[in-house]
């Protein structure tokens, strides 16, 4: 499925768990909730601001699986896109973890505590740059 997110300071975290939370009522009336996690996300034009870096890197791994793919469509303009990709490769270059992806990961967490010996070092998910996707935008941006 294929989902939009348009980032809203007061909104944005709740946006999140409503496309990343699947819920399911029982026949009984009981009801379940359970992450998804989305195996692409399409950034476009929104590496500018570096204020918002971190908020944007935590938006990307909230929404992506590990192993995901994020494809930034961004044409360059000063130092910004830059810092952002230097960011994401600094966090990719230092992500562990278990061997599973997070659902697996939470299922294991619940239902013991995990040794940290088993922890595998892995990016966190892939990163596809398209610098020049639309001859308009770039010429703006030349």
Excluded at 2 to 26: A, S, V
Excluded at 27 to 46: A, E, H, R, V
Excluded at 50 to 61: P, R
């Amino acid at each position: 499925s294929c989902h939009t997110l348009l980032w809203k300071l007061k909104n944005g975290q709740q946006d999140i768990i409503d496309i990343t939370t699947t819920t399911t009522t029982t026949t009984d009336g009981n009801t379940t909730s359970k992450q998804k996690y989305m195996d692409l996300c399409l950034i476009s034009d929104c590496i500018h601001f570096t204020n918002f870096h971190g908020a944007l890197l935590a938006t990307i791994a909230r929404l992506l699986k590990i192993h995901g793919k994020a494809i930034l469509c961004q044409p360059k303009r000063g130092t910004s896109l830059d810092l952002f990709l230097e960011l994401l490769r600094h966090v990719n270059d230092s992500a562990m973890y278990h061997g599973e992806d997070k659902e697996q990961q939470e299922q294991k967490q619940q239902q013991s505590s995990s040794s940290s010996s088993s922890l595998k070092p892995c990016p966190l998910f892939q990163v596809q740059l398209i610098e020049k996707y639309d001859d308009t935008v770039t010429s703006l941006h030349e």
